[in-house]
């Protein structure tokens, strides 16, 4: 079975300060990896996905993400927040091809930008 | 501009009636799916269909019914047997029957209340 972990339900962060949203996964095969964001009252992006290629993954808005499979982690971050980046943030697991592949997201995290 | 639309944007139920939400995409893609958003508990999987005429039970399938008559319709009926439908919906679909491997494109949810 897979998992997604994501620490912290909220983090807050000045604007022009590092995001950085941490996302561990379990899972019994390689593993496909996202990371969607939601604005307010609105269904989800996708911002960018893994896919055994390059472990650093760039994505839109500035974005990327680094999968460590030693540690079993996929985490985001970006330079420089920006208001607009203001919004909750879904890590998401797939099996790939395994049998019963399903996509499995995390509980979200919610990002405040202070001025 | 296609999309998925989903409607209606909020929707009241009165004990025991049923209630349909709507979703149609005009993405031609083959799969679609039905998610469950409750506040920090991430998304979860109802009901998926990979092609025409064809659907799955995803995770918490209970009190749920679908149909997939056409490949740009997933309609989603929430039944009498489920005790706590208050939730935000969201339709989502991806292009073929990768599904869980590819991104998923999602509607702007519906939220569902009970009076």
């Known amino acids: 079975a897979q998992s997604v972990t994501q620490l912290g339900s909220h983090v807050s962060v000045s604007e022009g300060a590092l995001v950085l949203l941490r996302c561990n996964y379990s899972s019994s095969v390689p593993p496909y990896l996202f990371w969607y964001v939601q604005y307010p009252n609105q269904g989800l992006q996708l911002l960018l996905k893994?896919?055994?290629?390059?472990?650093l993954v760039k994505g839109i808005n500035g974005f990327e993400a680094e999968f460590k499979k030693s540690e079993t982690s996929f985490h985001l971050t970006k330079p420089s927040a920006h208001m607009s980046d203001a919004a909750e943030y879904f890590c998401a697991v797939s099996d790939g091809q395994a049998a019963g592949n399903k996509l499995t997201f995390g509980g979200g995290t919610r990002v405040l930008v202070k001025p | 501009d296609g999309g998925i639309t989903q409607s209606p944007k909020y929707l009241f139920r009165k004990e025991g009636q049923n209630v349909t939400l709507s979703c149609e995409q005009n993405?031609?893609?083959?799969?679609m799916y039905w998610y469950r958003q409750d506040p920090g508990q991430g998304l979860r999987l109802i009901y998926y269909s990979q092609i025409v005429n064809d659907f799955q039970k995803g995770d918490i399938a209970e009190g749920y019914s679908v149909s997939r008559e056409k490949k740009e319709s997933f309609p989603l009926t929430v039944t009498s047997a489920q005790k706590n439908p208050t939730a935000f919906y969201l339709c989502?679909?991806?292009?073929?029957?990768?599904?869980?491997?590819?991104?998923?494109?999602f509607g702007s949810g519906t939220q569902l209340s009970v009076l």
């Open positions: 893994y896919t055994s290629a390059a472990t």
């Open positions: 993405l031609n893609h083959d799969a």
């Open positions: 989502a679909s991806s292009i073929d029957l990768a599904g869980f491997n590819e991104k998923l494109f």
